[in-house]
């Protein structure tokens, strides 16, 4: 059988801190900032952090410790993505043949997420990317009104030339961090963005309480920081709201995402602390979501704008993406070159949340084909390629549509950003809470605690994590389909090109069926070649 010491070197984070940046890097994306407070504003205000917090404690601790003990646990054995991973927790009590499909399943729902969901998001990364250099280039400033900031954002989805670029630069950067690996790549890019979001951030925070009514005396942001969190207790009647605050909790940590949470344990030490660990990159994306993202999209809105942003959202169901892609930068333009200035902090922003997120995605998939034995270097240029091949239907679609008045569609991107990037996360973490739970998993409570500078309650363990949450799961699986109302979504293109949206949708489908497949042979293949004599 083989023993770690015959597995060879393994790389792992050069410093404590780089570990903590990139976890957290890992959680703080888009969603923090434009996602959550889009709920807080439909789902009660104030009253929304109700199920929020409920769901933080009995979902988003309990799955995102499992996750870093399963990241750890298969590490010491150089499995470094979650198909690898699940057959060394489960072959000791399933056996090798299951062990071995059990992880053919975790391979395959890796590789179709980790594919279609960078492919959409590195687009949106790109879009900010744009906004960031239309702020660094002062060209900002000729966007005076919402009407020239909309036509822009439709030419950036309508029109290759628009889109491209900025996309293209945006996937180039995120090669070149992966490229020269953990701590030469990824956590030196972590050391300088991370500190940079979070200065941008509370930079933005110190002008919405200090600068409140740079337009009109009116239009104070302090009146759209109190109509946020003002509580709507009315709202928790609902039990939308309930499931809300869980998937919202589940997608700001990045749980089930392709195992980018597992791939980066999987270079912690074997006696380093994860469960102290786990709870600080936590709570380091619950500062930037609740205290920066619950007060920045709102404040600088009614700033700038008064109540049009607040009715865009609560009345015409807009999200705060859609604000700042579409109307914010009216607001920064027509303030010359301080809005500039304040632009660039506001896109970089994004851009840096948006790119510490795609980097962890891009990683794992680069685990995927250094198992298969290809050089890193090579492994990123093959996922850059994958992400712009299978993102490329999003401009292609764009393009075809932008000539008609109810043009450019985005049916693509939202039928993968429902199946991909959100469906198939949840039913990845409850595959996980199932297969490595305690029931199945008995060393797991004792792998989470090793090392531990505190220790995880075995009631979390035990009955949170293994009873509580996979109910939780089950329920956002049910209410998924019901709330993204997904026959809107494929019937979104009009005639005469009514036939496109369920074409791309049917098109997204495939590709997510076909990368699973793929996903499963390969994994079942690296298996037996290089995992199947370890001895876990």
């Given at each position: 059988m083989t023993s770690q010491e015959t597995l060879g070197p393994r790389e792992t984070w050069a410093t404590k801190m780089g570990l903590i940046l990139a976890m957290a890097g890992n959680a703080i994306g888009l969603g923090n900032f434009l996602r959550f407070p889009g709920k807080v504003a439909v789902y009660g205000g104030g009253a929304y952090l109700i199920p929020y917090f409920i769901a933080l404690f009995l979902l988003g601790f309990p799955i995102m410790w499992l996750e870093w003990a399963i990241g750890r646990y298969g590490g010491q054995y150089r499995a470094h993505w979650l198909g690898p991973m699940m057959y060394l927790i489960t072959k000791k009590?399933?056996?090798?043949?299951?062990?071995?499909?059990?992880?053919?399943?975790?391979?395959?729902?890796?590789?179709?997420?980790?594919?279609?969901?960078?492919?959409?998001?590195?687009?949106?990364?790109?879009?900010?990317?744009?906004?960031?250099?239309?702020?660094?280039?002062?060209?900002?400033?000729?966007?005076?009104?919402?009407?020239?900031?909309?036509?822009?954002?439709?030419?950036?989805?309508?029109?290759?030339?628009?889109?491209?670029?900025?996309?293209?630069?945006?996937?180039?950067?995120?090669?070149?961090?992966?490229?020269?690996?953990?701590?030469?790549?990824?956590?030196?890019?972590?050391?300088?963005?991370?500190?940079?979001?979070?200065?941008?951030?509370?930079?933005?925070?110190?002008?919405?309480?200090?600068?409140?009514?740079?337009?009109?005396?009116?239009?104070?942001?302090?009146?759209?920081?109190?109509?946020?969190?003002?509580?709507?207790?009315?709202?928790?009647?609902?039990?939308?709201?309930?499931?809300?605050?869980?998937?919202?909790?589940?997608?700001?940590?990045?749980?089930?995402?392709?195992?980018?949470?597992?791939?980066?344990?999987?270079?912690?030490?074997?006696?380093?602390?994860?469960?102290?660990?786990?709870?600080?990159?936590?709570?380091?994306?619950?500062?930037?979501?609740?205290?920066?993202?619950?007060?920045?999209?709102?404040?600088?809105?009614?700033?700038?704008?008064?109540?049009?942003?607040?009715?865009?959202?609560?009345?015409?169901?807009?999200?705060?993406?859609?604000?700042?892609?579409?109307?914010?930068?009216?607001?920064?333009g027509q303030l010359g070159v301080l809005g500039a200035f304040l632009g660039t902090l506001w896109y970089l922003l994004f851009w840096f949340a948006g790119v510490t997120s795609a980097i962890a995605i891009t990683n794992a998939m680069v685990e995927w084909f250094q198992d298969l034995g290809l050089k890193r270097t090579t492994g990123t240029a093959i996922s850059i390629f994958l992400m712009f091949l299978f993102g490329l239907p999003i401009t292609i679609e764009g393009a075809i549509t932008s000539a008609y008045n109810w043009g450019p569609s985005t049916t693509y991107l939202d039928f993968t950003d429902f199946w991909a990037g959100s469906f198939l996360l949840v039913v990845l973490a409850l595959l996980e809470t199932i297969f490595a739970g305690s029931f199945l998993w008995k060393e797991g409570y004792e792998e989470v605690n090793r090392g531990g500078l505190i220790k995880v309650p075995k009631f979390v363990w035990n009955v949170v994590l293994s009873i509580i949450a996979p109910i939780y799961l089950l329920a956002m699986i049910v209410w998924l389909p019901m709330s993204t109302r997904i026959g809107e979504i494929i019937f979104k293109t009009k005639p005469p090109l009514e036939w496109l949206g369920p074409t791309l949708a049917t098109l997204s489908s495939v590709f997510t069926l076909v990368l699973f497949i793929v996903g499963f042979i390969v994994t079942t293949k690296v298996i037996e070649e290089k995992f199947s004599k370890v001895n876990p």
């Amino acid at each position: 059988m083989t023993s770690q010491e015959t597995l060879g070197p393994r790389e792992t984070w050069a410093t404590k801190m780089g570990l903590i940046l990139a976890m957290a890097g890992n959680a703080i994306g888009l969603g923090n900032f434009l996602r959550f407070p889009g709920k807080v504003a439909v789902y009660g205000g104030g009253a929304y952090l109700i199920p929020y917090f409920i769901a933080l404690f009995l979902l988003g601790f309990p799955i995102m410790w499992l996750e870093w003990a399963i990241g750890r646990y298969g590490g010491q054995y150089r499995a470094h993505w979650l198909g690898p991973m699940m057959y060394l927790i489960t072959k000791k009590r399933f056996g090798h043949s299951t062990a071995k499909i059990i992880a053919g399943i975790f391979g395959g729902l890796t590789l179709s997420i980790a594919v279609l969901l960078n492919a959409y998001y590195t687009n949106l990364i790109g879009w900010t990317a744009f906004w960031a250099g239309m702020s660094i280039s002062g060209k900002i400033v000729e966007v005076t009104s919402v009407d020239i900031s909309v036509g822009y954002l439709l030419k950036i989805i309508g029109d290759p030339l628009y889109n491209i670029l900025p996309w293209a630069f945006s996937l180039i950067m995120i090669g070149i961090i992966v490229a020269p690996g953990v701590s030469k790549g990824l956590e030196r890019a972590v050391k300088i963005m991370m500190p940079l979001l979070f200065l941008f951030a509370i930079g933005l925070l110190v002008m919405t309480f200090t600068w409140r009514t740079p337009v009109k005396p009116e239009w104070d942001s302090l009146k759209g920081f109190y109509w946020l969190w003002t509580p709507r207790f009315e709202k928790l009647a609902d039990p939308a709201t309930w499931l809300e605050g869980a998937g919202q909790i589940f997608f700001s940590l990045s749980l089930g995402i392709a195992g980018i949470i597992p791939t980066y344990a999987s270079y912690v030490r074997r006696e380093d602390d994860i469960a102290l660990s786990a709870l600080t990159t936590a709570s380091l994306n619950e500062f930037a979501e609740v205290i920066c993202g619950g007060t920045l999209a709102f404040g600088i809105g009614y700033a700038f704008g008064g109540e049009l942003p607040i009715g865009m959202v609560y009345i015409k169901g807009k999200s705060p993406f859609f604000l700042s892609m579409a109307v914010y930068p009216a607001f920064y333009g027509q303030l010359g070159v301080l809005g500039a200035f304040l632009g660039t902090l506001w896109y970089l922003l994004f851009w840096f949340a948006g790119v510490t997120s795609a980097i962890a995605i891009t990683n794992a998939m680069v685990e995927w084909f250094q198992d298969l034995g290809l050089k890193r270097t090579t492994g990123t240029a093959i996922s850059i390629f994958l992400m712009f091949l299978f993102g490329l239907p999003i401009t292609i679609e764009g393009a075809i549509t932008s000539a008609y008045n109810w043009g450019p569609s985005t049916t693509y991107l939202d039928f993968t950003d429902f199946w991909a990037g959100s469906f198939l996360l949840v039913v990845l973490a409850l595959l996980e809470t199932i297969f490595a739970g305690s029931f199945l998993w008995k060393e797991g409570y004792e792998e989470v605690n090793r090392g531990g500078l505190i220790k995880v309650p075995k009631f979390v363990w035990n009955v949170v994590l293994s009873i509580i949450a996979p109910i939780y799961l089950l329920a956002m699986i049910v209410w998924l389909p019901m709330s993204t109302r997904i026959g809107e979504i494929i019937f979104k293109t009009k005639p005469p090109l009514e036939w496109l949206g369920p074409t791309l949708a049917t098109l997204s489908s495939v590709f997510t069926l076909v990368l699973f497949i793929v996903g499963f042979i390969v994994t079942t293949k690296v298996i037996e070649e290089k995992f199947s004599k370890v001895n876990p």
